[in-house]
C-alpha cells in the first residue's frame, strides 16, 4: 500500500493494518435466500409471510446444485471470513414435512461448508407452509397450528447444533414468525401470551449445547397483509430475550422508517453481551433491497465498531430482490457491509470521544467531515488484492459473462 495513505491515517493515530486485520476477523453471514427469490427446495409454492419479493430476472437457482454453483460465484467476488445462511426450505435430499426436519436434510450443506471453510448459520421457515393458519404460527389460537411449529422449531435447535458442531464455528438459530392481524385487533394480548408459551416450550425441549450456537428472536413493525399487528413486536422481544438469556436480533428494516437503528446498539449492548444483526435496506417499507453504502449502513456499523461488538455480533444479511442479476446482488451487498465496517474501522473514534468529553463539539463536527475525504478506497482496494478478490471494475464482467454462460440457460 502507498505510504502516503498509511501516513494520512497515521496522522489521526489509526493503524490501517489492523484496521484490515480486524476486518478480516468479523464474519459476514451470506444469505442464500437472495439467489433464488426465497424459493427453498421443497416447491412450496408462492411466498407467503407478509414477505415479498417482486421482478423476473433470468436465472434463478432452482435446486441445490445450481445455488451452490451461484453461491460460489458470489463468494469469490466478497472478501474477508463468511458463513452462509440458511433457511428449513433448503433441506436436501429426502425432503420431508418441515416439522420433521433434522441433520440429515442438511449434510449436503455441511459438506459444501467444510470443504470451503465456511461457517453455516439457520433459520427455521415459518412461513410458505399451509399451516401457516390464517397467517399464525407459534401465535395461533389453534393449539394444533402452534404443535406443529413448536415440533419444526425443536428439530430446528438439533440442525443448528449439528451445524455448530460439526464445522467448529459457533451457528445461530435465529426465529422469525409472520404472525399478526391486518386490521385492528380484539385481542394483542392472547396471541403475544401464546408466542411466549410456544418459544418457552421450545427452549426447554431440547438443551442445544451453547458453546456450538445461539437462538436469536427476530422483531417487526408490520407485513405485507397483516399491517396493524404483528405479535412478535421489539418491546415483545426485546424482553423474552432478555429474561431467556438469549439473543435479540435486529434486522435494520424491521423498524419505523423515522426510527434510527444504529442509535439502539449502543442501548442493547449496555444490556445484552451478544446481539444479532440482518443488515437491510428498507425503502419506505421493509422492503429488503440490496444494501447501499449509504449513511444508514455507515451508522449501524460504525456503532458496532465503536460499541466494541465486532466480536459480539451475529451479522448476517437478509434482502432479496428478483429484478436484477442474484448473483450481483449478493455481491453488491456484501461488499458494502465490508466497506462500511473498514471505514467504521479506520475511524479515529478514541480521538472524537474524547473532543466530545471536553464539550468540544465544534472540533467533533469538523474532524467528522474532514475524515470523510480520507482515502479509505485504497485501503479497500488494498484488502481485495491481499483476499485475492477482485475489483470494482473487475468482478462485474465475469458475473455478466457468468449470466450469458449460464443464468439465462435457465429457462
Ligand atoms: C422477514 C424477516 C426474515 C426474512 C428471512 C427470509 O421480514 O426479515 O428474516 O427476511 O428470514
Ligand atoms: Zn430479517
Redesign the pocket.
Known amino acids: 500500500m502507498k505510504k502516503v495513505v498509511v501516513e494520512q491515517f497515521k496522522k489521526y493515530g489509526v493503524d490501517v493494518y489492523k484496521a484490515m486485520r480486524d476486518l478480516k476477523k468479523t464474519k459476514i453471514s451470506i444469505?442464500c435466500?437472495q439467489l433464488d427469490d426465497?424459493q427453498g427446495f421443497e416447491n412450496s409454492g408462492s411466498l407467503t409471510?407478509?414477505?415479498q419479493t417482486t421482478g423476473n430476472y433470468p436465472g434463478r437457482a432452482r435446486n441445490f446444485e445450481e445455488l451452490t454453483q451461484d453461491l460460489d460465484m458470489a463468494i469469490k467476488f466478497i472478501p474477508g471470513s463468511k458463513k452462509i445462511n440458511l433457511?428449513a426450505i433448503y433441506q436436501t435430499g429426502k425432503i420431508v414435512d418441515r416439522c420433521d426436519i433434522g441433520p440429515e436434510q442438511f449434510k449436503k450443506w455441511v459438506a459444501y461448508a467444510k470443504g470451503r471453510g465456511l461457517g453455516l448459520d439457520y433459520?427455521p421457515?415459518i412461513?410458505s407452509h399451509p399451516m401457516l393458519v390464517d397467517g399464525m404460527s407459534l401465535s395461533s389460537p389453534d393449539e394444533n397450528v402452534r404443535k406443529y411449529w413448536i415440533k419444526h422449531c425443536i428439530n430446528s435447535l438439533k440442525v443448528t447444533e449439528y451445524f455448530g458442531k460439526e464445522l467448529g464455528q459457533k451457528s445461530l438459530m435465529?426465529i422469525?414468525i409472520?404472525d399478526g392481524l391486518k386490521d385492528d385487533p380484539a385481542d394483542r394480548f392472547g396471541p403475544r401470551i401464546r408466542l411466549k408459551k410456544s418459544l418457552d416450550t421450545i427452549l426447554s425441549s431440547y438443551k442445544y449445547d451453547k458453546k456450538v450456537m445461539d437462538v436469536s428472536v427476530?422483531s417487526?413493525v408490520f407485513?405485507i397483509g397483516v399491517e396493524s399487528y404483528t405479535t412478535g413486536s421489539n418491546e415483545f422481544y426485546l424482553n423474552y430475550a432478555a429474561t431467556r438469556g438469549i439473543l435479540n436480533?435486529i434486522?435494520t428494516?424491521?423498524y419505523h422508517p423515522t426510527e434510527n437503528v444504529a442509535d439502539k446498539i449502543s442501548s442493547m449492548f449496555t444490556f445484552f453481551p451478544r446481539l444479532a444483526f440482518?443488515v437491510?435496506r428498507p425503502v419506505r417499507w421493509?422492503s429488503?433491497h440490496v444494501l447501499k453504502l449509504n449513511d444508514n449502513l455507515q451508522d449501524v456499523a460504525d456503532e458496532l465498531v465503536k460499541c466494541n461488538g465486532l466480536s459480539r455480533s451475529y451479522i448476517g444479511l437478509?434482502?432479496?430482490d428478483a429484478s436484477i442479476n442474484r448473483i450481483a446482488a449478493l455481491v453488491i451487498g456484501a461488499r458494502n457491509m465490508e466497506k462500511a465496517l473498514l471505514r467504521a474501522l479506520l475511524t479515529p473514534w478514541d480521538l472524537l470521544k474524547k473532543l466530545q468529553d471536553s464539550y468540544d463539539h465544534t472540533a467533533v463536527l469538523a474532524l467528522q467531515e474532514e475524515l470523510k475525504t480520507l482515502p479509505w478506497s485504497e485501503v479497500w482496494n488494498e484488502y481485495c488484492e491481499r483476499e485475492n478478490v477482485k475489483n470494482e471494475s473487475e468482478w462485474f464482467g465475469e458475473i455478466k459473462q457468468y449470466e450469458q454462460e449460464v443464468l439465462i440457460k435457465r429457462i
Open positions: 444469505h435466500w426465497v409471510g407478509g414477505i433457511h433459520n421457515t412461513f435465529n422469525w409472520p427476530e417487526k407485513g436480533l434486522d428494516g424491521h440482518h437491510s421493509d429488503d437478509d434482502y432479496f
